[in-house]
């Protein structure tokens, strides 16, 4: 557990209680619903749920910024205009091609130099544009330490270790990878 409250745990379930303990869509993917609980009364349980994916397939890794959101990053006045005073706009066409994608068997995984202080809104995003189920990497950082020098680094030294982090976790599976040079 980071002081910035993001963790990062396996759980280990048998065939038979992801079986009994998930759906599948309507797209045919194996869903699971969780509740996650702390020992801290104050802290109310968060629900949320998990897509099982198969070994092998095919997953997009895509970026987000200038790739499927209109964000300017070459013009810092216009990024933070993007981020922070206007409505999240998606690049045209891309939530199509996306969901065709989708249609067709491929998972989705999105990568991004933004903090996690903008999952909500991201999120939010990505579902009202009409963007595929995805998993979501984004950058840590912390006000109040060393780590806020993470917001200020370069998506070329981020997301790379995003990116492998994802190829770890899925060896077997065809990976697409779309996005800038960044």
């Known amino acids: 557990n980071k002081r910035n409250g993001h963790f990062r745990d396996w759980v280990w379930m048998t065939k038979e209680l992801v079986e009994r303990n998930s759906t599948v869509d309507e797209n045919g993917r194996r869903i699971i619903r969780f509740q996650i609980e702390t020992d801290q009364p104050d802290i109310k349980p968060v629900e949320s749920f ?30 933070l205009a993007n981020t922070f005073l206007r409505e999240f706009q998606g690049i045209d066409g891309m939530a199509e091609l996306y ?26 995003f990505l579902e009202r544009a009409g963007f595929p189920d995805f998993s979501l990497s984004l950058k840590s950082f912390r006000f109040r330490d060393e780590s806020l020098l993470e917001l200020f680094k370069d998506g070329e030294a981020t997301k790379p270790g995003q990116i492998r982090q994802i190829l770890e976790k899925f060896p077997q599976r065809q990976v697409v990878l779309i996005g800038d040079s960044g």
Do not use: C, M
Request: hydrophobic share 30%.
């Open 50 to 79: 998990a897509y099982l994916l198969p070994k092998s397939g095919t997953s997009v890794i895509s970026d987000i910024d200038d790739t499927i959101k209109v964000s300017n990053v070459g013009d810092r006045k216009e990024l």
């Open 99 to 124: 969901e065709q994608w989708y249609q067709q068997g491929s998972d989705f995984h999105y990568v991004s130099s933004s903090p996690w202080y903008l999952y909500t809104e991201l999120t939010s």
